[in-house]
Nanobody
Framework: QVQLVESGGGLVQRGGSLRLSCVGS????????MAWFSQAPGNDRFFVAA????????FYSDSVKGRFTISRDNAKNTMYLQMNRLDIEDTAVYYC??????????????????WGQGIQVTVSS
């Protein structure tokens, strides 16, 4: 069973950058479709970005397109989310998610079977 652990969150000023990492244990990492979701207090969990197993297919929510970049390094069992031009509205807990199925319905949290514990990202004015 693959376990996912996020790191790289924290406090940043508006307009700044952060890079989140998600490290997966186990030997099947390179067969996983992976994604990032965010959840602000009192809100549902929202799709941020997804990436296919090879890293060549990526998808983004409209709110982060052009600001965030998702990538992965299968040799390191690690997925990344580079977040640039952060805004107050990006403040949330960010979750790493993975599934063994293909990219279909990549933006639906219920299709993902593996989740990290979440990491806080706070953007200050």
């Amino acid at each position: 069973q693959v376990q996912l652990v996020e790191s790289g969150g924290g406090l940043v000023q508006r307009g700044g950058s952060l890079r989140l990492s998600c490290v997966g244990s186990g030997s099947t990492f390179n067969k996983l479709t992976m994604a990032w979701f965010s959840q602000a207090p009192g809100n549902d969990r929202f799709f941020v970005a997804a990436i296919g197993w090879s890293g060549t297919s990526t998808f983004y929510s409209d709110s982060v397109k052009g600001r965030f970049t998702i990538s992965r390094d299968n040799a390191k069992n690690t997925m990344y989310l580079q977040m640039n031009r952060l805004d107050i509205e990006d403040t949330a807990v960010y979750y790493c998610a993975a599934k063994t199925s293909k990219l279909g319905r990549y933006n639906v949290s219920g299709t993902y079977t593996l989740w990290g514990q979440g990491i806080q990202v706070t953007v200050s004015s």
